[in-house]
């Protein structure tokens, strides 16, 4: 029955787009041709009504003033590099040039005696030619040539690289990704210096034509991961592609879930670390974030600065993020659940001050949460969305108003502000703001299930959502991993970080191909006598 | 009380019997072996031992979140909320649940064990006596009623094949018989030494009763919740894996390609057993007497598989013969 809809549906509004229909009228497989006035008139047609193409005709110093013809896109490219290394050599220096009326391969001869340029590409095709302006590049015609030439002259107007906006280190490198996909690039490759990092890169988007790159160490990554990863992104067809969240949410694993099951990062360190374990990369052009995937729900909480810290103080914090996690996602619900139901659990004084504060609070503690959460969270929007100067205003009025007026009016109990703000400091304390982002929404019906049922409620609620979690997969690799499948050897990185020195092995899931990271018996020996002096009698 | 020692070891000796020649479900194998009826009927009786477990189970824990947590609250609500969860896990499938599984299995022991330790320094040594006042009979009869509770083991005949290979098939079932079965013997002796013979007896929940009176610091005291946790993961997983044999079996009974279309069936019909089956929880504790359950539960602890035993060794001699 839904098939039957699906074929209406499809028909009256799915209307096949192959390449030429969407990009607009005048381009087809028309070939280059050697008349250049005929290859000129084709692409001011295609390019009808686009200001900031630029058309330049001349001729060239050459063979009796042979007719060229170049077409660039204003601000996509490096006028001075045209000008010096293309237009001057063309009309002045080649001048000087011996050349032999007869060339055998005129567009093999260009290419390799005359046009200095590093990347040109030599092109048949119109639609070629005219993607290759659209991308940046500056196409040449030569009159009584067949080809067109493409030359790399891509330089626009870019942000620096700079401190990632979203996950900060105190220990560890500052760069972040930047817009820019041959920046990206290289802020990987400057970790990796190794031939086995591959870049594969793909179109997607039939109108904006995304640059897409999948990144991965052969021979350390899964190839059926990496096959997969390429498949999934294959079949991909939409119009357009402004940011990764797009592909993200067209190669996720599981679709419905409020957890995310691929990462996204600011932070090359992260991805090189990340290809190091196996993963693989997606990079898309136009965007800071990166997607990595498999990703596990562990991994969501591992910031970086975790392997640049000494063990123990990255085994601590890591222990305090499983508490903030706990907190962030039970506080509240745990309140309501004691506050209605289990009053009984608190210790004598503790109940009594929490009943003290109660008192004259007009509404129930899940009605009471409610609101705070609620306010809370459009404080944080608004916080988020707002301009930086008048956001601090709104923070300051927010924890004012809601903080202090609210509980001496007697609408809140202080307890609950308490309650509120605890959860909000622990949901910030997670490195991934993504993965907190799931938190932040499963804490309101976790709330309502403890206001309904109690502990048992959120009990319900926890078990469903590990039911959840232990069905998630991310590209073949259980989500909650080192966890459940128990796998011993991978919980060295999951509740401690244990030395350096000691984690041998890759993770199970991802890394299972090269599994050894380093040698044995790396341990710090020092020397028994100092070499520094001090003989120590 | 301290006989359930002996039930583990019997449980023991059961589980290594029953595990020695076991590569398959206890139906595929009945059947190679050419029983097909039997198996039929092994089948059968697997499906209403296992639906009758769950609903037991379910009502077991509803009862005692009722009497001790939610007074006042229907007992179906706890049923049904379990049963919607458990069946969601089984409908997951064996692979998912044995995640949720190793999940939730640390914080179970982990649980028992500190709450267990916590409760030490109620203990007064005189409790423990007197220990063998009234003869063996008691210790026997107590001995029976707990090695009947592992009479779940049986239930691990059609889940074997779906293990990895990897898994030691023959060894891990009397081990964790025994593990659980010390766990038991721990925390029964916990309770004798905290609050006492005479008021264990007494009590409905000796254990809960127990757990009640820890106070630790002044401030650690109350820890109810922690138990409340326990008892629901645990619960849970039990109903889980006896639904989800209870769909295997009766996909088989049926010919069924897909065993998880009984499962919302299978489901209901325990929610419903749960409530009708019992009137109240005094009937429930009477069917636990070692007189009703332990013989019910040797149909399938030692009828089934003494049976199985007895066809194997005869189809065996048989087919050695032919052979000859």
Partial sequence: MFKKWKKIIKKAFVKPHNESQAIGRGESKETVSTDLDKNMRHLKAVFDRCTDIIFREFEAAIGGGVKIAMVYIDGLVNKEMLTEDLVKTLMYDVASLNSSASVSDPAGYLSRRIIAFTEVKLQDNLLDAVNSVLSGETVLFVDGVSKAFALSTQDWVQRAVTEPATENVVRGPREGFTENLQTNYTLIRRRIKSSRLKFETMKIGAITKTAVSIGYLEGIVNNKIVDEVRNRLQRIDIDGILESGYIEEYIEDAPMTVFPTVQATERPDKVAGGLLEGQVVILVDTTPFALLVPVTFPQLLQASEDYYLRWPFASFIRFIRFVTLNIALLAPPLYIAITTYHQEMLPTPLLISIAAAREGVPFPAFVEAMLMETTFEVLREAGVRLPKAVGQAVSIVGALVIGDAAVSAGLVSPAMVIIVALTAISSFSLPSYFGAFSLRILRFPLMALAAALGLFGVMAGLLALLIHLCSLRSFGVPYISPLAPTSWRDLKDMFFRMPWWSMFTRPRMTGSKEPARQDYMQKPRPPRRRPGGGSGK | ?324
């Avoid at chain 2, 009380?1 to 595990?19: D, Q, S």
């Avoid at chain 2, 006042?72 to 069946?87: D, E, K, N, Q, W």
């Avoid at chain 2, 005291?221 to 009766?250: D, H, M, P, Q």
């Fill in chain 2, 1 to 324: 009380m301290l006989a359930t020692a002996m039930g583990a070891i019997n449980a023991f000796l059961l589980a290594k019997l029953a595990g020695l020649f076991r590569g398959r479900t206890v139906l595929g194998f009945m059947e190679d072996l050419g029983a097909g009826v039997s198996a039929k009927v092994v089948a059968l009786i697997f499906t209403v031992f296992s639906v009758h477990l769950a609903s037991i189970t379910l009502r077991d824990f509803a009862e005692l979140m009722v009497t001790s947590f939610y007074e006042g609250t229907p007992l179906i609500v706890f049923i049904v909320v379990m049963a919607v969860l458990a069946y969601w896990l089984a409908y997951m499938g064996i692979e998912v649940t044995a995640r949720v599984a190793q999940f939730v299995f640390p914080l179970i022991i982990g649980g028992i064990v500190l709450l267990n330790l916590a409760s030490l320094n109620l203990g007064e040594p005189g409790n423990i006596f007197p220990i063998v006042a009234k003869g063996v009979s008691p210790i026997v009869r107590g001995g029976v009623t707990h090695w009947a509770f592992f009479a779940d083991v049986a239930i691990w005949f059609l889940l074997i094949p779906h293990l990895n290979s990897s898994v030691k098939k023959y060894t891990f079932l009397p081990l964790s018989v025994l593990a659980s079965g010390l766990l038991l013997v721990f925390t029964i002796f916990c309770i004798i030494l905290g609050i006492g013979n005479r008021i264990a007896v007494m009590r409905i929940y000796p254990y809960l009763t127990l757990i009640g009176e820890i106070s630790l610091v002044e401030f650690i005291e109350r820890v109810e919740g922690f138990f409340l946790i326990i008892w629901v993961a645990s619960n849970f997983l039990k109903i889980v894996l006896f639904l989800y044999a209870g769909s295997i079996s009766t996909g088989y009974l049926f010919r069924l390609g897909d065993h998880r279309a009984v499962l919302l069936p299978l489901m209901i019909i325990a929610v419903n057993l749960s409530v009708l089956l019992f009137d109240n929880y005094q009937q429930l504790r009477n069917f636990f007497r070692p007189e009703v359950y332990a013989v019910y539960a040797s149909i399938i602890q030692l009828g089934i598989p003494v049976y199985i035993t007895v066809l194997w060794l005869f189809r065996r001699r048989s087919a050695v013969g032919t052979a000859n």
